[in-house]
């Protein structure tokens, strides 16, 4: 592999365990595509370092399993803003 995709993977992976960022939000803060963070994460990290894989998938499963809820909360707060500015 590459030294450059192996520098790249890297930093993400830390960037992902100090902040428990998303995929989609790591992606948007490199300027990478989504599907590029998620295939660094679920394949060349376990080749890499494998100590940091399970790390980084740990916050990852977690971020999966709070999608919904995330979700869910942020439209509740669309509409109530809506409600808001209608009143006004």
């Known amino acids: ?4 995709i192996i520098e790249r993977v ?4 830390n960037h992902i365990n100090s902040t ?3 995929i ?3 992606a948007k803060i490199y300027g990478i595509s989504k599907s590029t963070v998620h295939n660094d994460m679920a394949v060349k990290l376990k080749n890499i370092d494998g100590q940091l894989f399970v790390q980084t998938r740990k916050i990852l499963q977690e971020n999966f ?10 439209t509740k707060e669309k509409y109530a803003k809506l409600d808001v500015e209608n009143e006004a």
């Open 1 to 4: 592999m590459r030294e450059q």
């Open 24 to 26: 989609r939000k790591t």
């Open 20 to 22: 428990h960022d998303t």
């Open 65 to 74: 399993e709070e999608k919904h809820i995330r979700g869910g909360n942020a």
């Open 10 to 13: 890297l930093l993400e992976a």
